[in-house]
């Protein structure tokens, strides 16, 4: 059975003593003074160390721009995010892999960023390689790779960095089902063995429930918080599975009535 | 305000055309003569001074075009290219284009400027001709009428310099006039063997003559400036060349009359020139008194000038007859009850 | 736990002496803050106008020192003063402004043509490899041939007319603007080639539509290249053409300044060169930049 | 219903004057077809070997004719036999290879310099907004200023020695470098410097692993356009500069044949100077810019 | 029910006289010769006029390969490739917009490449972009768009030139459930009113056995034709159907099965 705990909209229910990202009352704009355009409204959130989250909404309604925030690569226009555990891992929409470097080379300098010394980093970018199932592509440049692989070399980069916050940007768009249960389980198992706290947008509304502790769900235009769902269904979860079905039913028809209400609008 | 010191006040701007408008007409429309703004070319820059310059009053109704070079090279360049019909010019590039046309584009037609050109050195570096061992004396270019005399010097004097190189007991260096009082001021150069007004720059500045180059030449004189034509324009405008002859021995003479009125003629014309100023009489006077300005084109002393490059390795063995035609400067001479002058044998065979 | 507020803490950089260079090279990495203040028109003022005017301060300042030092006698190195005399000269002269508006109208004359040449050249040199195999390298040798060495040539051509300028100017810019657009055509990212071969666009539409806007960054940095040849090129050309009848242009004045050692002369035509090199970054160059980074998110913008 | 081939058939062009030229636009964009077949080797001596024999070839061929028209007298434009006549001569002088190295060296050693000045200036340029205000559009001014306005400075504060030629060559070449990185710098994909930004790349690891890779083929560009810069600022300063402990070079050697009114000489310069600037060109530029664009998919690449 | 027709390996059943796309024998290696790598393995397919056709395959099977080599973007390194329809109109896996064109000036250049009027652009580029849900987002430059909507512009791009023939690569894969499902249904509109020829590549094996006539399973390394599958489920369909359910089951376990087999060998 799944059991999902509705919260009512905004906020988190846990005390916020320690958490692994802060979002206090952040709003975002995009466009000049006069002309600007709001896409997050009043958001406040609150991950857990340790927590995995994803972030679910239309097409458009601020996601990534969220992520940005969380990553400090953009500037909130209003309210604070507090991000304690230093810098965070952020997997982007686009791979962003750097073209000069091979596939093997890019995980590398993440690795040589993260400290690791010269002699351990090339197994280390062989045993991630295979991890995401690229063994053997080490040296392919970026422009050789498909679009699946390259999003796989990324989710490499991206855990090569070892950071206790992951932030990632629809990480499995591009790959087929089979390849992505592999990496589900992949992902759920570092997670679960190191602790490490994941923030995770995705359209795939099973997914968010195959892999989360909570699904959040954002509005559209302004994004906000609309809810809340605690997934509470037993690690190791199937993607197939029955109640993971169930709950990814009833999200996919809040999201529906949520876009249809904005529609009306 | 803008302008408010600016010369013409519109009514005077075009005397040129108007002027010109005026003469009779000779077989020429118009013609163009090149110069340099410098004091070895003065008769040009006061002959052909706008308003009252004595030779555009002897052209007339041909219009005068007038082109400032800043090097022989380029002057004799444009004379090949047709662009310049008569131009003032020193006797180096003269016997190069002549040399390299062999014999083709251009005659001497008179001369200009004798003398004017002097070693230079700084005294408390070389004192005397025996102290030139090891020191580094500037020209203005190599293969140039200066550098010729510079390095006959030396090799009679007994040093050994290496003409292309400039290397030997006796460094020689060519750096543009414009550079050289820079170099001696930074202690580069120990001296220059250079032309006015350069010389007397350098002597303003702390420099000794240590020979004049008049000094090595029979009476002082040896030619520094003449005039030549492109030798189609000679055959087919003969009456404009003598035009400009005439001026030019008429604004010789007058020069030779009026020193004075002369050197401020000069002057003014010189500070007329974009960015030109007036030299300062500290500069001027002494450089004037050096140079002499005659119409005769001192032909031997530009046979042995040519010696002297063939000797130094810088010209290849040159037969210079018929480089000169001195038939029209002679004609007019004649007519202003002045004495021939004589072509040393390299006049043109009729 | 040290908490990061990262909308306020700056990224903590080794308290070195390269630690100000660093932050300056994290500085466009870095989030601004949004600027909704009213302060919006001071803040560019404080950013834009100021720190040149500081720098040209700087520089005036520290010339005037070294002048008063006498590091150099006066007579080779003059005082802005003694500069701006003959500035102040030339404008009461009247000269002035011709002297600019000649050497400006001819540059920017011949950059425009060889704008119009070096840009079709070098889209052919970029897209047909033969083409290229055959002059591609000689491009880049032509683009380092002096101008001096087409003066003669080009005197027996055109003669002493502007038709010489203008030659020695185009073959100075052609090749490098050429070479501009081979640049930014090469760096075309392949993606944009194939969409708009995709979308039917063919030949001249390909060119129009695709390679010319894509390439645009590129080119424009060649552009900017190209200008810089166009206007050393004129300065080369000009100190040999000099007749009365072509008009005076900076180049002309600096010669004769030089010739006849007028420093404070060669300085302030220098001065003038600058400026109008500096005026033609700022009023065309930049703007164009500006723009074009923009439209295309590669300018980080406030707010 | 007309059945297109798309392995076979070419794209359907305008049997117009202009169709050669569009087929030759849309060739890069046009598949090859693959070539696995042993006349490989002769596929490239083909491609990049003949075509510039032919162009040279072509212009030999075009100049004898002119010479034997005598189109203009020959001691104006003397022919390729007068001109290889005067190489062989300097080859058998032994003073060759003396000419060329000196310019090459200087022109080298120079450029090397210009780039480890020039690319730092860049990058602060470009990565600081104060820097890129104060400064930004005086190194375009900079650039534009003629070599030959550096000299009295240069020769007051260097002597005559290759200091001021070095000086000169710097001062022509760093504006045109720094510029270039800015070019460089302003095209990078701001993704590349977000994701850099997010590997904890600060300072200067960011320039070394981000910056610099991401900018390099506009850097790459902006070099070729400062080697241009260097080797006529060099060409200009060795005109001025010509004392016998520096030897001589090319620029110098230019200038003699002109006072000497040989043009054989002048040419056979032209061509030295032309020779060098394309074999720097194929020897370093060339191949690093083929490199830099293949490892990252910019080059369509046979098969 | 699902009435699945399998048939076996290779090669499409309808006679060939006429087909949108056909392919013969095509292979196609990456690499310089000596090192290279045979991607496309002698691929036979026929597309019928008007036939709506999902490629489907594990990441870097070589779907994007293949559609290039229809699009004739690259050239095949054996058999030959006709589209007689002639120039197919392609959606790449990458947006592929261009950066210096706001999201309906592109459109506008796709119309304007096929010859449209001027006078008729602008309201067509409105009405394609109001038909991928993003009416308002005139004027906006790529770099200003989501994901998501970076993807519906190229779709409205696409359309807009109103080939015989559409080739998609993934198009729908940055949709959140919701926006997915509006433009399976245009899609299919549009497909059924124009009688257009669709090869459209995904890894949602819903989606494909949503919108299309026939799903073909290409396997990796090198890529071939392993299975076809005739989908003879009435339109309109929708994703959550029994029927489409029952039959994505069955082709995503033959998928895990030939990615289990390769992973074998
Ligand atoms: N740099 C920008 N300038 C202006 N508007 C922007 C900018 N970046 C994003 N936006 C706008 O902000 C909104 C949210 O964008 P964002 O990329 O966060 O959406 P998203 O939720 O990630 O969508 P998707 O699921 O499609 O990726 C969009 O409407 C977009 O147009
Ligand atoms: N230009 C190239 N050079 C070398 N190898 C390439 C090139 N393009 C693609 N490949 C290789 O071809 C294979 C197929 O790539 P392709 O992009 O067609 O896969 P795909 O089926 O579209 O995968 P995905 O679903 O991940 O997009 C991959 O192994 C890839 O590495
Ligand atoms: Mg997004
Ligand atoms: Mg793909």
């Not at chain 1, 940007?169 to 994941?198: K, M, N, Y």
């Not at chain 2, 032909?299 to 001195?326: F, K, M, P, R």
């Amino acid at each position: 059975m799944a059991l999902a705990l509705d919260t009512p909209d905004g906020g988190s229910g846990t005390a916020a003593t320690a958490s692994a990202v802060r979002l206090d009352h952040v709003s975002k704009s995009f466009g000049r003074p006069g002309r600007q355009q709001l896409v997050l409204d009043d958001i406040s959130l609150d991950v857990a160390p340790g927590e995995f989250v994803t972030l679910i909404g239309a097409s458009g309604c601020g996601k990534s721009t969220l992520l940005n925030l969380v990553a400090g690569l953009d500037a909130a226009s209003a309210g604070t995010i507090t991000v304690p555990g230093g810098r965070p891992a952020l997997m982007f929409q686009e791979h962003a892999l750097f073209p000069w470097l091979t596939a093997g080379r890019n995980i590398e300098l993440a690795l040589r960023l993260r400290g690791l010394p010269k002699a351990e980093r090339r197994p280390e970018a062989e045993r991630l390689l295979s991890l995401v199932r690229l063994q053997g592509s080490y040296d392919k440049r970026v422009h050789e790779l498909s679009g699946g692989m390259r999003q796989r070399v990324a989710l490499a980069r991206a855990l090569a960095q070892d950071s206790r916050l992951l932030l990632m940007d629809e990480p499995f768009a591009a790959l087929d089902a089979i390849t992505r249960d592999v990496l589900h389980e992949e992902l759920t198992r570092i997670w679960s063995e190191t602790g490490v706290s994941v923030l995770f947008v995705t359209h795939n509304v099973r997914e968010a429930v195959r892999l989360a502790q909570r699904v959040i769900l954002l509005s559209s235009r302004p994004g906000r918080v609309v809810h809340e769902w605690q997934v509470a269904i037993d690690q190791p979860r199937r993607i197939e599975d029955a109640e993971v079905s169930a709950l990814s039913v009833a999200i996919t028809e809040r999201l529906r009535e949520e876009i249809r209400r904005h529609g009306q609008q | 305000g803008y302008g408010s010191d600016s010369e013409d006040d519109g009514a005077d701007d075009a005397p040129s055309s108007s002027e010109s408008a005026e003469g009779p007409s000779l077989s020429a429309d118009e013609v163009t003569i090149g110069y340099f703004a410098n004091i070895t070319h003065a008769p040009a820059v006061i002959g052909l001074q706008e308003g009252d310059g004595l030779i555009r009053q002897e052209l007339g109704g041909t219009e005068i075009g007038t082109q400032i070079f800043n090097a022989g090279p380029s002057a004799i360049e444009a004379l090949n290219a047709g662009e310049v019909d008569v131009t003032f010019i020193g006797p180096n590039p003269a016997i190069n284009g002549w040399a390299q046309s062999g014999g083709e584009s251009l005659r001497i037609v008179a001369g200009a400027a004798s003398g004017g050109a002097s070693l230079v050195v700084n005294p408390e570096t070389v004192s005397s001709i025996d102290d030139l061992a090891g020191a580094r004396i500037a020209t203005p270019q190599l293969g140039n009428t200066q550098d010729v005399a510079l390095l006959n010097y030396l090799s009679e004097e007994g040093y050994e310099v290496d003409p292309e190189s400039g290397e030997g007991d006796v460094s020689v260096l060519r750096i543009a006039n414009s550079e050289i009082p820079a170099a001696f001021d930074g202690g580069d150069i120990d001296g220059a063997w250079v032309p006015e007004p350069t010389a007397a720059n350098l002597v303003s500045r702390g420099a000794e003559t240590l020979l004049d180059e008049g000094e090595l030449w029979e009476n002082g004189q040896y030619v520094v400036t003449h005039v030549i034509a492109a030798q189609g324009f000679l055959e087919e405008h003969p009456d404009v060349v003598e035009a400009i002859v005439r001026g030019l021995v008429r604004t010789n003479a007058w020069i030779g009359e009026n020193p004075e009125e002369a050197k401020t003629s000069f002057n003014a014309a010189l500070a007329e020139l974009p960015g030109g100023s007036e030299l300062p009489a500290d500069v001027l006077d002494p450089a004037f008194d050096h140079v002499e300005f005659l119409n005769d084109p001192l032909a031997s002393t530009l046979q042995v000038g040519a010696e002297n490059a063939v000797n130094a390795g810088l010209l290849e063995e040159t037969d210079l007859s018929g480089i000169y035609d001195l038939s029209i400067l002679n004609g007019v001479l004649a007519e202003e009850g002045q004495p021939e002058v004589d072509d040393a044998g390299l006049g043109v065979e009729d | 736990m040290a908490s990061s507020d990262l909308t306020t803490t700056p990224p903590s950089s080794p308290s070195s002496d390269l630690a100000g260079l660093e932050a300056g090279l994290d500085a466009l990495e870095t989030p601004t803050a949004p600027d909704h203040e009213p302060g919006r028109v001071w803040r560019v003022l404080l950013t834009k106008v100021v720190p040149p005017i500081v720098a040209i301060a700087l520089v005036l300042i520290v010339w005037q020192l070294v002048y008063l030092a006498e590091v150099q006698p006066h007579y080779l190195l003059p005082g802005p003063a003694d500069v701006w005399g003959e500035v102040n000269e030339m404008w009461r002269e009247g000269t002035l402004l011709e002297y600019i508006w000649t050497s400006t109208s001819r540059g920017i004359l011949g950059f425009l043509v060889a704008v119009a040449v070096g840009t079709p050249l070098g889209l052919l040199v970029a897209r047909v490899k033969l083409v290229r195999a055959a002059i591609g390298p000689i491009l880049t040798g032509l683009q380092s041939l002096p101008s001096i060495a087409w003066v003669p040539a080009a005197i027996i051509w055109f003669g002493l007319t502007n038709g010489t300028i203008y030659a020695v100017v185009l073959l100075g810019a052609v090749p490098s603007i050429a070479n501009g657009i081979v640049a930014g055509v090469d760096q075309i990212p392949p993606l944009y080639l194939r969409a708009g071969r995709m979308l039917g666009a063919r030949g001249f539409t390909s060119v129009r539509h695709v390679l010319l806007p894509a390439a645009l960054p590129g080119y424009l940095a060649g552009l900017k290249q190209g200008w810089a040849f166009s206007w050393r090129s004129l300065m080369a050309a000009e100190l040999i053409v000099h007749s009365p009848d072509l008009g005076t242009g900076l180049g002309q004045l600096m010669e004769n300044y030089r010739t006849l050692q007028n420093m404070s002369g060669v300085l302030a035509t220098i001065i003038l060169i600058l400026i109008v090199g500096v005026a033609i970054d700022l009023l065309i160059f930049s703007p164009l930049e500006r723009r074009v980074l923009r439209g295309r998110g590669l300018l980080a913008r406030a707010s």
